[in-house]
């Protein structure tokens, strides 16, 4: 991930294969079993045999960082759902979580380098705000859609919670 952050132009290097979306999902979400023992169970909802062409080392770590940002800013003992959903050559993966909430306006600069929204940073000290930059990066050279939405829940010892979703969207 260090050298994707030094040079982000990497991405375009390098032969682009046929990706199993699910597989590399359910990698990652083995890779993050028992995630720091905060007990958050990672579920997924449909399966597909979904294939797209990608570059095979970056793409490892689109669902990596996703998932393992929905782990970090959950609570403990709370699920991430994944979800997805293929319709006439469309497959849209969701990953669904509960944590810090990140009001609409402050959405579009989630995808800027070193940005960390102000609830999450209040919840969990650690994280450089790479994780979601590097995704945009890996979408924006890939194809592939990418959006985001928040719903405010309620207030937990002052911090303010709520729903986090980030939406990829792939076309065959």
Known sequence: VYDLVSNIDILNVGNKSTISIYKKFDKARYI???????????????????????????????????????????????????????????????????GPFCPKEEIPVLFTKNYRGHMAQRVVGEGNGIGLYLVRQICDQHGIGIEIETEYVKKINGVEYGYFTVNLVFQS
């Open 32 to 98: 993050l079993y028992n995630y720091k023992n905060k007990g958050i169970i990672i579920n997924f909802q449909g399966e597909t045999e979904f294939t797209y062409k990608g570059n095979l080392v970056y793409f490892d770590i689109l669902p990596f960082l996703l998932l393992e940002n929905a782990v970090k800013y959950s609570p403990a003992n709370k699920e991430v759902k994944v979800s997805f959903i293929e319709l006439e050559g469309v497959l849209k993966v969701s990953v669904d979580s509960f």
